[in-house]
């Protein structure tokens, strides 16, 4: 067990596929559907989250946000979920605090990838 | 590790025609002006986005092109906050048409012309989709390898990096000679131990290129000075790249944008899956578990008290049977409410067509819909579709009169059509009403008189004419018109209610308006039956087909030339069937009453009505109606099977299919034997058939 993981997606099927990944490397999932919803779920400290951008109630770079203000989520991994064309965003995510970001279409082999890179 | 996501194509697919639903609905508010653009436009992106996020990774590689056109488009408008121009909006209209086409796995027309048109109405800014798509820099693969430069800033910690991984990810690209420079390194007393003090040189030897080496530092490339340098001096013959000998960090990322993967064998988009799924929600599941969790409770108090039982506890077995009986109810109707959803589902798609009707007519018509949250059975739902959207086009074409003749009648020069929902008992009425010109009764009754569905000289009350649209051979050549005509009249719509145990009616004021009422099952799994007794089997009527039951005195029974029964109901001879003979059941003979007690039950059938004579009436309830072909084999006039309380099967009958057959033995006669032919004498007491009866006016 690789600890916990968050996925934020409005998305069902992209939440679904990236949140199947992880579990497949060995991540137990905490899945939520947007911003409110994540950090409504996310009570205990997590090892890694990934998070869409454009949601619903809440968006990404809020939750970013929020997230990095919480104790215990200060070095926490955050990806963003993009796409090529948001190149703004992902810098406003990394303003946030993001840590880095993955690229639409999900690849699951990209993300693991990203995974090494980004846990010690 | 390989990871295979085409289990999420479902899903996907799901969602994606979801998306569409509210890309449409939004686009269609949009145009009405009377909602907040700025946040409709963001619900309108959110949806294409979506749709586009998940194609790539499905190799839906149409999709994805024609999503990111609408994108463009949609992106311009959100920072504009403006609604689309009509143009724009006929497009994204156009293109949602096209998305839904290729989800389906069919060929979607001339997308590629409407994606390339929705970015020609973006005045400036190159074509994203064209020009970017598929032809990324050709990435500059230098034999040899690179000198890296790498120096994080003193808070590269704080920012969660940390140096390590990006090292060890440079050696899956090739061989990594790594070394360390100190020399910023401050004495122990004074060293920060949360900064970074260190730099990196690292020479890197392999087949990789500069793009690999970008992407591995591309999270930090503001949070450090980097450098990366071809190795040798041996540049690539012709790439203009290779001539720089410094690239720094600072310079503009390089974007690339690799085409969506495109898994071999699905050339094919869409490839809509087999099935289909429900997506039910968390507490309907939860109040599953709930009550399977009740029920085994209450088993388990039956058999513990059947396990040691004494007479004195029978009362107390009464209420834990009573207990079990409850929670099994209880189970079955929350069952079934996994299959129900909201009629949103369906009403979503139908401001978009009086929309597109409204234009091609001419008209102007507002849609008011109302009970959407009723749900119905999805199979319902489904089924629905089709009679509904062909009702609506009705009544835009026919219905709705055009704005000159409304203004002249002195109404409103805009129409209105309501669609409502609401339940009514155990079924749900659906009503479709508009103000336009309402039904014509001459011309209905002149048309049915000359294609022979009714006499001349019959007399028909106006709703009765209303009601001759829904018979076969009645799609007259002058009310089929480009819309709603297509070959497919008012007979089609109601076949299509009726195949799912619904039925439907109108009701018109010439100069007000017409209203068509469905009136449909909550489920096709239950159907509210009459149950019969017919010899020593039981028959299931559906209890909407049914008309009135009675005991027909004797001279309403007659006989005409000797072959088929007739009763006299309502003033009008209507098609007497025993059941008893056309399922060759045998009476039974010592207990079956006199013929006094004899009943028919009359029903209506797409052609008219129909009198059933059986043994005798039981009770009215649900029954779960399991399919006979799937454990039998297909029985004519019978369209399904139940279990009854006492365990045996019960046959559902199929009022239309039982008409048929008494059709097609009308020519032999009625009777297999003459012992039974005597016994349906006796049943009626009909001692002489009657020729002298008029012919019956419905056939």
């Given at each position: 067990?690789?600890?916990?993981?968050?996925v934020?997606?409005?998305?069902?099927?992209?939440?679904?596929?990236?949140?199947?990944?992880?579990?497949?490397?060995g991540?137990?999932?905490?899945?939520a559907?947007?911003g409110?919803?994540?950090?409504?779920?996310?009570?205990?400290?997590?090892?890694?989250?990934?998070?869409?951008?454009?949601?619903?109630?809440?968006?990404?770079?809020?939750?970013?946000?929020?997230l990095?203000?919480?104790?215990?989520?200060q070095?926490?991994?955050i990806l963003m979920?993009?796409?090529?064309?948001?190149?703004?965003?992902?810098?406003e995510?990394k303003?946030a605090?993001?840590?880095?970001?993955?690229?639409?279409?999900?690849?699951?082999?990209?993300l693991?990838?990203?995974?090494?890179?980004?846990?010690? | 590790m390989?990871?295979?996501?085409?289990?999420?194509?479902?899903v996907?697919?799901?969602?994606a025609?979801?998306?569409?639903?509210?890309?449409?609905r939004?686009?269609?508010?949009?145009?009405?002006?009377?909602?907040?653009?700025?946040s409709l436009?963001?619900?309108?992106?959110r949806?294409?986005?979506?749709?586009?996020?998940?194609?790539g990774?499905?190799?839906?590689?149409?999709?994805?092109?024609?999503?990111?056109?609408m994108?463009?488009?949609?992106?311009?408008?959100?920072d504009?906050?403006?609604?689309p121009t009509?143009?724009?909006?006929?497009?994204l209209?156009?293109?949602?048409d096209?998305?839904?086409?290729?989800?389906?796995?069919?060929?979607?027309?001339?997308?590629?012309?409407?994606?390339?048109?929705?970015?020609?109405t973006?005045?400036?800014g190159?074509?994203?989709?064209?020009?970017?798509?598929?032809?990324?820099?050709?990435?500059?693969?230098?034999?040899?390898?690179?000198?890296?430069r790498?120096?994080?800033?003193?808070?590269?910690?704080l920012?969660?990096?940390?140096?390590?991984?990006?090292?060890?990810?440079?050696?899956?690209?090739?061989?990594?000679?790594?070394?360390?420079?100190v020399?910023?390194?401050?004495?122990?007393?004074?060293?920060?131990?949360?900064?970074?003090?260190?730099?990196?040189?690292?020479?890197?030897?392999?087949?990789?290129?500069r793009?690999?080496l970008?992407e591995?530092?591309?999270?930090?490339?503001?949070?450090?000075?980097?450098?990366?340098?071809?190795?040798?001096a041996?540049?690539?013959t012709g790439?203009a790249?290779?001539?720089?000998?410094?690239?720094?960090?600072?310079?503009?990322?390089?974007?690339?944008?690799?085409?969506?993967?495109?898994?071999?064998?699905?050339?094919?988009?869409?490839?809509?899956?087999?099935?289909?799924?429900?997506?039910?929600?968390?507490?309907?599941?939860d109040e599953?578990?709930d009550?399977?969790g009740?029920?085994?409770?209450?088993h388990?108090?039956?058999?513990?008290?059947?396990?040691?039982?004494?007479?004195?506890?029978?009362?107390e077995?009464?209420?834990?049977?009573?207990?079990l009986?409850?929670?099994?109810?209880?189970?079955?109707?929350?069952v079934?409410?996994?299959?129900?959803?909201p009629?949103?589902?369906?009403?979503?798609?139908f401001?978009?067509?009086?929309?597109?009707?409204?234009?091609s007519?001419?008209?102007?018509i507002r849609?008011?819909?109302?009970?959407?949250?009723?749900?119905?059975?999805?199979?319902?739902?489904e089924?629905?579709?089709d009679?509904?959207?062909?009702?609506?086009?009705?009544c835009?074409?026919?219905?709705?009169?055009s704005?000159?003749?409304?203004?002249?009648?002195?109404k409103?020069?805009e129409g209105?059509i309501?669609?409502?929902?609401s339940?009514?008992?155990?079924?749900?009425?659906?009503e479709?009403r508009?103000?336009?010109?309402?039904?014509?009764?001459?011309?209905?009754h002149?048309?049915?008189?000359e294609s022979?569905?009714?006499g001349?000289?019959?007399d028909?009350?106006?709703?009765?004419?209303?009601?001759?649209?829904?018979?076969?051979?009645?799609?007259?050549?002058?009310a089929?018109s480009d819309?709603?005509g297509?070959?497919?009249?008012?007979?089609?719509v109601r076949?299509?209610?009726?195949?799912?145990?619904?039925s439907?009616?109108?009701?018109?004021?010439?100069?007000?308006?017409?209203?068509?009422?469905?009136?449909?099952?909550?489920?096709?799994?239950i159907l509210d039956?009459?149950r019969?007794?017919?010899g020593d089997?039981t028959?299931?009527?559906?209890?909407?087909?049914?008309?009135?039951?009675?005991?027909?005195a004797?001279?309403?029974?007659k006989r005409?030339?000797g072959?088929?029964?007739v009763?006299?109901?309502?003033?009008?001879?209507?098609?007497?069937?025993?059941?008893?003979?056309?399922f060759?059941?045998?009476?039974?003979?010592?207990?079956?009453?006199?013929?006094n007690?004899?009943v028919?039950?009359?029903v209506?059938?797409?052609?008219?009505?129909?009198?059933l004579g059986?043994?005798?009436?039981?009770?009215?309830?649900?029954?779960?109606?399991?399919?006979?072909?799937?454990?039998?084999r297909k029985i004519p006039?019978?369209?399904?099977?139940?279990?009854?309380?006492?365990?045996?099967?019960?046959?559902?009958l199929?009022v239309n299919?039982?008409?048929?057959?008494?059709?097609?033995?009308?020519?032999?006669?009625?009777?297999?034997?003459?012992s039974?032919?005597?016994?349906?004498n006796?049943?009626?007491?009909?001692?002489?058939?009657?020729p002298?009866?008029?012919?019956?006016?419905?056939?």
């Amino acid at each position: 067990m690789r600890g916990k993981a968050l996925v934020v997606d409005d998305s069902n099927s992209m939440r679904q596929m990236v949140a199947f990944t992880l579990a497949e490397a060995g991540f137990d999932v905490i899945e939520a559907a947007n911003g409110n919803d994540a950090l409504a779920k996310a009570t205990g400290p997590v090892q890694l989250v990934i998070t869409d951008l454009n949601m619903p109630e809440m968006d990404g770079i809020t939750l970013i946000r929020s997230l990095r203000s919480r104790p215990g989520f200060q070095h926490t991994p955050i990806l963003m979920l993009t796409t090529e064309s948001q190149a703004s965003r992902k810098a406003e995510g990394k303003a946030a605090g993001a840590t880095g970001w993955i690229v639409k279409p999900f690849d699951p082999e990209k993300l693991l990838k990203v995974l090494d890179r980004v846990l010690a | 590790m390989n990871i295979d996501l085409d289990q999420f194509r479902g899903v996907f697919l799901d969602e994606a025609s979801e998306h569409l639903s509210a890309l449409e609905r939004g686009l269609v508010r949009l145009e009405e002006g009377d909602a907040d653009v700025g946040s409709l436009l963001d619900e309108i992106f959110r949806s294409a986005h979506s749709i586009k996020g998940g194609a790539g990774t499905f190799g839906l590689d149409e999709v994805s092109r024609l999503t990111h056109s609408m994108e463009s488009v949609l992106d311009v408008l959100r920072d504009e906050k403006r609604a689309p121009t009509s143009a724009q909006a006929d497009l994204l209209l156009s293109a949602v048409d096209h998305l839904r086409d290729l989800l389906d796995g069919e060929p979607g027309g001339d997308w590629e012309e409407t994606s390339r048109a929705l970015v020609a109405t973006i005045a400036t800014g190159p074509t994203p989709s064209e020009s970017s798509e598929g032809e990324g820099p050709a990435e500059a693969v230098v034999s040899g390898g690179f000198r890296i430069r790498f120096w994080p800033d003193r808070d590269f910690f704080l920012a969660g990096a940390d140096v390590w991984p990006l090292i060890r990810e440079l050696h899956t690209l090739g061989e990594v000679e790594a070394s360390c420079d100190v020399r910023d390194l401050p004495p122990l007393a004074e060293l920060d131990p949360e900064k970074t003090w260190l730099g990196w040189d690292i020479v890197i030897r392999g087949e990789v290129s500069r793009e690999d080496l970008f992407e591995v530092f591309e999270f930090y490339e503001d949070d450090c000075e980097l450098e990366i340098e071809p190795l040798l001096a041996e540049p690539v013959t012709g790439s203009a790249e290779a001539g720089e000998t410094t690239e720094t960090a600072d310079a503009p990322a390089v974007e690339t944008t690799s085409p969506p993967p495109t898994p071999s064998g699905s050339a094919r988009s869409g490839a809509r899956r087999e099935g289909g799924s429900i997506r039910v929600d968390t507490m309907k599941v939860d109040e599953l578990v709930d009550l399977a969790g009740e029920l085994v409770v209450a088993h388990a108090r039956v058999s513990e008290l059947v396990d040691r039982f004494s007479i004195d506890q029978l009362e107390e077995l009464r209420q834990a049977v009573a207990t079990l009986s409850r929670s099994t109810h209880d189970l079955q109707e929350q069952v079934m409410r996994v299959r129900m959803l909201p009629l949103a589902h369906l009403f979503s798609r139908f401001p978009r067509l009086i929309r597109d009707l409204a234009n091609s007519l001419g008209k102007k018509i507002r849609l008011e819909v109302e009970g959407e949250e009723t749900e119905l059975d999805k199979g319902v739902i489904e089924q629905l579709g089709d009679p509904l959207t062909h009702l609506l086009r009705n009544c835009a074409d026919h219905g709705i009169e055009s704005p000159e003749l409304r203004r002249d009648a002195g109404k409103e020069e805009e129409g209105v059509i309501h669609i409502s929902a609401s339940h009514r008992g155990g079924s749900v009425e659906l009503e479709i009403r508009d103000d336009g010109a309402g039904l014509d009764t001459q011309r209905i009754h002149a048309k049915a008189v000359e294609s022979g569905l009714v006499g001349p000289d019959d007399d028909l009350a106006d709703a009765q004419i209303h009601n001759l649209i829904f018979r076969p051979g009645f799609s007259t050549a002058e009310a089929v018109s480009d819309l709603s005509g297509r070959g497919v009249g008012m007979d089609v719509v109601r076949r299509n209610v009726e195949g799912f145990n619904g039925s439907i009616t109108v009701d018109s004021v010439r100069g007000e308006g017409s209203s068509f009422r469905i009136r449909v099952p909550l489920t096709l799994a239950i159907l509210d039956g009459q149950r019969l007794r017919v010899g020593d089997q039981t028959f299931i009527i559906p209890l909407l087909s049914v008309v009135e039951s009675f005991q027909p005195a004797p001279e309403q029974v007659k006989r005409i030339q000797g072959r088929a029964d007739v009763l006299l109901f309502r003033g009008q001879t209507t098609p007497l069937v025993n059941l008893a003979d056309l399922f060759e059941v045998a009476p039974r003979r010592s207990t079956e009453p006199g013929s006094n007690r004899r009943v028919v039950v009359v029903v209506e059938t797409e052609r008219g009505l129909l009198a059933l004579g059986v043994d005798e009436l039981l009770s009215q309830s649900a029954v779960v109606i399991k399919n006979l072909e799937a454990n039998y084999r297909k029985i004519p006039g019978i369209m399904g099977a139940t279990i009854l309380g006492d365990g045996r099967v019960g046959l559902i009958l199929d009022v239309n299919e039982v008409d048929a057959l008494r059709r097609r033995d009308r020519g032999a006669p009625v009777a297999a034997s003459p012992s039974a032919a005597v016994d349906r004498n006796a049943t009626y007491g009909v001692p002489t058939p009657t020729p002298e009866l008029q012919p019956s006016t419905i056939p």
